[in-house]
């Protein structure tokens, strides 16, 4: 399986290389990103659904992840850029090695580049939750989360 997975991070790194499918656009980042993601799955030989309609518009979404590959599984499922300064540093480095694009540019910036966002910090707009099945991960997109008065 690591030889697959080296190989999976050759391809992504190949995959982000410049050409007429490919504009560094945060919309292309995100579709190369899923592709990453979905592959390292594939490889690990994990499955991923998801719960509900398709995601049709950019959003930021709170990750609700129990692990690395669950939060893995989130971007094959929704394609998106991992804000990666609300991840655990071996988290970071692990999508690194791996090369799986990641947020590059601001938030803003982002969608208005047609390209959602996954964040760690809670902060999002809308929730992506993420639960283990006997094969592999059902990811789910929730309502915003409920703000409390103050």
């Known amino acids: 399986m690591i030889g697959r997975l ?3 991070a050759l391809d992504a790194r190949f995959a982000l290389r410049p050409c007429p499918e490919f504009d560094d656009s945060p919309r292309s980042r995100a579709v ?9 799955l594939a490889a690990a030989g ?11 518009a950019q959003t930021v979404f709170s990750l609700q992840a129990p692990s690395l590959m669950a939060m893995v599984a989130a971007v094959a499922a929704v394609p998106a850029l991992v804000d990666q ?4 540093r071996t988290w970071r480095l692990a ?3 791996l090369g799986l694009p990641v947020l590059d540019r601001s ?3 982002t969608l208005a580049g047609g390209a959602s966002v996954l964040t760690l910090d ?3 707009s809308r929730e992506l939750a993420v639960e283990t099945t006997p ?3 059902r990811v789910g997109v929730g309502r915003p989360p409920l703000q409390l008065a103050s």
């Open 46 to 56: 994990v499955t991923v659904s998801l719960a509900g309609p398709p995601v049709r």
């Open 85 to 88: 300064s609300t991840l655990p």
């Open 107 to 109: 938030v803003a910036a």
């Open 135 to 137: 094969t592999g991960y």
């Open 122 to 124: 809670g902060l999002g």
């Open 6 to 8: 080296a190989g999976l």
């Open 32 to 40: 190369v990103a899923r592709w990453v993601a979905a592959n390292a």
């Open 95 to 97: 999508l690194l090695a």
